[in-house]
C-alpha cells in the first residue's frame, strides 16, 4: 500500500472512532494496551503509535507503516464508610453514620493511531485519545446517600487528537514533537442542603465544555549503547475557556463560565536490556496538579434563589505529584511476549479539599499483560488491579464537604473514610504495512 492511501485509509479508520468516553479518574490509565502492562513506564522504550503521549521521538524506531486500535474497560468500586455529616445547626443529617457505595458504570477508554515513516529520517504519527479524566456516580436520592449534598454525579475529561513528526538526527538520537488539539468537558449534580425553604432537595447541576484547546508533547530518545535507552517527555499545560449552564432544577437556568486548566507533565524513562529478549524501565513523572488552586464560575446573570450571587469559588489546593513506575519484559518465544509494571500514585488532593467531587486517594497499581505476535498483525493485552493504599480518613477538616451542609454564620462538619479499588482490562491490535 502506497504511503497516501495508508495515511488516507488511517485518517478515515480514526475519524470513525468513537471517543466520547470519561476516563476513570484524574490521570490516565494508560494508552495503548503494551504501555499499560509495563505500568506507564514506556518513555525510553516508545515503539508504536502512541508514542505520540509517551515520546514522540520514538517514532523514528518504526520502519513500516503501522496502525493500533484498542480500548480498555475500567470498573470502579468506590467507597466511604460510616458518613456522619452534622448540619450548621447541630442537627444529624439522616441518615447518620451511612456506608456510601459508588453506582459508577463500567467505563470503556478507546484509542487509535498510526504512524508512517516519510525517508530514512522523517517520521510521522497520530494518534486520538483520552489523556485523563475523571466519572464519578452516587446514589441521587439523599434518604439512601447523605453525601448527595455534597455531589452524586460528576465527570471531567479531556479528548485530543496528535499529529506528530520525529526526526532522527543520528543512528543514537532522536527528537519528536507534537500539537494535541483537544476538547475537554466538564460537569456535576447534587442536591441543595437548605432546611425549611422551598429550595431543600433541589437538584442544582452543571454542565460545562471547551470545544478546542491545544498542548503539544515534545520527546528526545537517545540510545548510547544497544543495551541502553533514555527517554525524556514534556507535556504541556493545556489553557480552558469552559462555558455552560448552571441549573436549579424547576426553578431557574443561567450561563456560567470557568477555568480549569489541563496540567503539564515531564516524564523520564532509563531502558535497560541485558539480553535480547528481556528488558526493564523505570520511569520518573512529574504532574503539574499545583496548578488547580481553585476555580470560579461566574454567571451570566444573578441566581436569585440563592441571594443574587453571581459567581462561586471552589477552593481545591492540589499539590504537585511524583511517580516512579516500573515495567519489565521478557520475550519468552517468537510468538509471546510477557509483560508486567507497577507504580504508586500519590493524590493531588489534599484532605481539606476532598470531596465526592473529586474522591481521590493514594494509589498503588499493578499491571500484568501479554502481546503475541502473528508476524504483521500482533496483540497486546493487559490487566491492571489499582487500590488504595490505605483509607482516607476526614475529620471534619475537608472544607468541601462541611460547606455542603451551611448556614449564614458556619458550614456543617462530615466524618467519614474513603477506599477504592479499580479493575482494567486493555486490548489492543496492531497491523504493520
Not at 444529624?92 to 467505563?107: A, E, F, R
Not at 437556568?253 to 528481556?278: E, F
Not at 502481546?371 to 468541601?400: H, M, W
Request: aromatic fraction near 16%; hydrophobic fraction near 35%.
Amino acid at each position: 500500500m502506497g504511503r497516501f492511501k495508508f495515511l488516507a485509509l488511517s485518517f478515515l479508520i480514526l475519524m470513525c472512532f468513537p471517543l466520547l468516553t470519561y476516563a476513570g479518574n484524574v490521570d490516565t490509565f494508560g494508552i495503548g494496551s503494551k504501555a499499560t502492562a509495563l505500568g506507564g513506564a514506556y518513555t525510553a522504550y516508545a515503539d508504536g503509535p502512541f508514542a505520540v503521549y509517551y515520546n514522540p521521538a520514538g517514532l523514528t524506531q518504526i520502519k513500516k507503516p503501522m496502525i493500533s486500535v484498542g480500548g480498555e474497560i475500567m470498573n470502579p468500586s468506590l467507597k466511604l464508610y460510616n458518613y456522619q455529616a452534622t448540619d450548621f445547626a447541630g442537627r444529624k443529617v439522616q441518615p447518620y453514620g451511612k456506608d456510601i457505595t459508588d453506582t459508577s458504570p463500567d467505563l470503556f477508554i478507546p484509542f487509535a493511531g498510526f504512524v508512517i515513516p516519510l525517508n530514512d529520517r522523517f517520521t510521522f504519527g497520530f494518534a486520538a485519545y483520552t489523556p485523563y479524566g475523571l466519572h464519578v456516580k452516587f446514589d441521587s436520592n439523599p434518604l439512601v446517600n447523605p453525601g448527595a449534598y455534597n455531589n452524586f454525579e460528576s465527570y471531567y475529561m479531556r479528548m485530543v487528537m496528535t499529529p506528530t513528526i520525529a526526526y532522527k538526527i543520528s543512528d543514537k538520537l532522536s527528537i519528536g514533537f507534537g500539537v494535541s488539539i483537544g476538547r475537554s468537558y466538564s460537569g456535576s449534580e447534587r442536591r441543595l442542603y437548605l432546611p425549611g425553604t422551598y429550595l431543600n432537595n433541589k437538584v442544582i447541576k452543571g454542565t460545562f465544555k471547551d470545544p478546542i484547546n491545544y498542548s503539544y508533547n515534545i520527546g528526545i530518545l537517545y540510545k548510547p549503547i544497544k543495551q541502553l535507552a533514555l527517554g525524556l517527555t514534556y507535556r504541556s499545560e493545556a489553557h480552558t475557556n469552559f462555558t455552560g449552564t448552571v441549573t436549579i432544577v424547576g426553578v431557574q437556568s443561567v450561563g456560567a463560565s470557568t477555568v480549569i486548566n489541563h496540567p503539564d507533565q515531564v516524564q523520564a524513562g532509563i531502558r535497560y536490556m541485558p539480553t535480547n529478549r528481556l528488558s526493564f524501565e523505570v520511569d520518573f513523572l512529574w504532574t503539574h496538579w499545583g496548578l488547580i488552586d481553585k476555580y470560579t464560575l461566574h454567571f451570566n446573570e444573578p441566581i436569585a434563589s440563592l441571594n443574587n450571587i453571581r459567581e462561586q469559588t471552589f477552593l481545591r489546593n492540589w499539590k504537585n505529584t511524583k511517580e516512579l513506575r516500573f515495567g519489565a519484559e521478557w520475550k519468552a518465544t517468537k510468538l509471546l511476549t510477557l509483560r508486567a509494571g507497577y507504580y504508586y500514585d500519590p493524590s493531588p488532593i489534599p484532605t481539606d479539599t476532598f470531596d465526592m467531587v473529586w474522591p481521590d486517594g493514594n494509589k498503588e497499581t499493578y499491571s500484568f499483560g501479554a502481546g503475541l505476535n502473528f508476524g504483521r498483525f500482533s496483540v497486546d493485552t493487559a490487566i491492571q488491579y489499582i487500590i488504595a493504599s490505605s483509607k482516607r480518613y476526614v475529620r471534619g477538616d475537608s472544607e468541601e464537604l462541611n460547606s455542603s451542609y451551611p448556614s449564614t454564620d458556619a458550614p456543617g462538619k462530615v466524618n467519614t473514610e474513603g477506599y477504592g479499588k479499580l479493575w482494567g482490562y486493555s486490548l489492543t491490535l496492531n497491523y504493520k504495512f
